[in-house]
């Protein structure tokens, strides 16, 4: 694990990578505190989903367009979108104390999800100007383990706000990470080497989607994000079909901390294979470990099953990040980035709505199998079209 110290002691770093999971907490904190807040303050889980719907729709659909006005306009632009975002929060409050229908709420989440700053993409653009050639696949697995801290972290601490003081306390929380957070990258980006600026004509029309091998991961990251929601309702249903609902926590946590635990292993090892080759392979495996969970029989053995289910996941993330990095047209490196995640986000959403039917009318069994299912044709996308892979590795020796 040598390489991700070496990561942090080179100059400037440390500081960058604690300021982006600062400035990126509210993705672990806003959404159960908006559900939790809007719940209290009208006493109903309808307006509350809704709110908490509109906040993750409106973080999607607005996050390449947030990395085009980065690509195009540059790092200032981070600081309105946080204050925008925070600004939104904090009416969500007022608004929601003050007894609002739930139309307001829902409109201003939205717009608040919206202007949540692409911290996360911002952060990806730079790993290669920041660190030498030899750390950069390191980083990348860093960077998706950093995300699976967040979303443990993000709802432990909403839970013991809303536990101590209330969930209206977790909305002013998120709102200081991402304005405190955003300052403290700016400081830490100031005077350092900057993507390529993005021309008029490349932003125009649907930019760096031009490019076919983005295309690709981005179509090949749905099914991903559908199979991701799909066993985040599936396996409380595991859970509540043993008879303890608390279960649920447990094996959520032991297969976001498989997923870390693998990819800061994945990071620390040189890639012996292309990369595009690494990368399909993880794909294929990911239904495989998804299909492993048809096989427990009690909560001790579906415990030790989602490790094997969780394994592959960071993994998968981080070489797609390295792939996005290196099929992206020249000056859209942030808006790049946003693609993938926002139809992985899409697809959660798309899956975790799905899946409640299929646990409800049938079993827990029904989940996993529409996970792998969908899986698996994520997997089939990107062998069918790894032609489109394959000149993001032309300088990489065989």
């Known amino acids: 694990m040598a390489i991700y110290a070496r990561i942090l002691r080179t100059p400037g770093v440390a500081p960058i990578v604690a300021a982006t999971v600062i400035g990126r907490l509210p993705i672990g904190i806003t959404s159960l505190a908006i559900l939790l807040f809007v719940e209290e303050t009208t006493g109903s889980f309808a307006p509350a989903g809704a709110a908490a719907g509109a906040l993750a729709l409106g973080s999607a659909l607005g996050a390449p367009f947030q990395g085009r006005l980065v690509d195009r306009r540059g790092d200032g632009t981070l600081l309105p979108l946080a204050a925008i975002h925070a600004v939104g929060l904090l009416l969500v409050w007022m608004i929601g104390s003050a007894g609002a229908p739930m139309l307001p709420l829902v409109l201003v989440s939205l717009v608040t999800g919206a202007a949540l700053p692409p911290l996360t993409s911002v952060l990806r653009s730079r790993w290669k100007l920041l660190l030498p050639p030899e750390l950069v696949h390191g980083a990348y697995a860093f960077d998706s383990v950093l995300v699976e801290f967040i979303f443990i972290t993000g709802p432990l601490l909403t839970t013991a706000i809303v536990a101590t003081v209330g969930p209206e306390y977790a909305l002013g929380v998120s709102a200081t990470c991402v304005l405190s957070g955003t300052l403290?990258?700016?400081?830490?980006?100031?005077?350092?080497?900057?993507?390529?600026?993005?021309?008029?004509?490349?932003?125009?029309?649907?930019?760096?989607?031009?490019?076919?091998?983005?295309?690709?991961?981005?179509?090949?990251?749905?099914?991903?994000?559908?199979?991701?929601?799909?066993?985040?309702?599936?396996?409380?249903?595991?859970?509540?079909?043993?008879?303890?609902?608390?279960?649920?926590?447990?094996?959520?946590?032991?297969?976001?901390?498989?997923?870390?635990?693998?990819?800061?292993?994945?990071?620390?090892?040189?890639?012996?294979?292309?990369?595009?080759?690494?990368?399909?392979?993880?794909?294929?495996?990911?239904?495989?470990?998804?299909?492993?969970?048809?096989?427990?029989?009690?909560?001790?053995?579906?415990?030790?099953?989602?490790?094997?289910?969780?394994?592959?996941?960071?993994?998968?993330?981080?070489?797609?990040?390295?792939?996005?990095?290196?099929?992206?047209?020249?000056?859209?490196?942030?808006?790049?980035?946003?693609?993938?995640?926002?139809?992985?986000?899409?697809?959660?959403?798309?899956?975790?709505?799905?899946?409640?039917?299929?646990?409800?009318?049938?079993?827990?069994?029904?989940?996993?199998?529409?996970?792998?299912?969908?899986?698996?044709?994520?997997?089939?996308?990107?062998?069918?079209?790894?032609?489109?892979?394959?000149?993001?590795?032309?300088?990489?020796?065989?």
Do not use: K
Not at 237 to 258: I, T
Not at 260 to 288: F, K, N, Q, S, W
Not at 370 to 381: D, E, L, N, P, Y
């Open 184 to 398: 403290l990258l700016l400081a830490g980006l100031r005077g350092r080497s900057a993507p390529v600026r993005v021309t008029e004509g490349t932003a125009l029309g649907i930019g760096p989607l031009a490019a076919p091998g983005l295309r690709t991961l981005v179509v090949a990251s749905l099914p991903v994000g559908f199979a991701l929601g799909a066993l985040e309702v599936t396996l409380p249903a595991f859970s509540d079909a043993e008879g303890s609902r608390a279960l649920a926590g447990v094996l959520l946590a032991v297969w976001s901390a498989a997923s870390g635990a693998a990819g800061l292993v994945y990071g620390a090892r040189a890639l012996e294979l292309p990369l595009t080759d690494v990368h399909l392979r993880l794909a294929c495996i990911l239904p495989l470990g998804f299909a492993a969970l048809l096989l427990a029989a009690s909560p001790v053995t579906m415990a030790l099953l989602v490790i094997v289910a969780g394994a592959p996941i960071a993994p998968l993330i981080a070489s797609r990040n390295q792939l996005v990095e290196r099929v992206a047209p020249s000056g859209t490196a942030t808006e790049a980035f946003t693609w993938p995640l926002t139809a992985l986000v899409t697809g959660v959403s798309i899956g975790a709505a799905t899946a409640g039917p299929l646990v409800e009318s049938r079993s827990w069994t029904a989940g996993v199998t529409a996970a792998v299912a969908v899986s698996a044709i994520g997997a089939a996308v990107l062998l069918a079209r790894r032609e489109t892979l394959t000149p993001a590795l032309a300088p990489d020796p065989a």
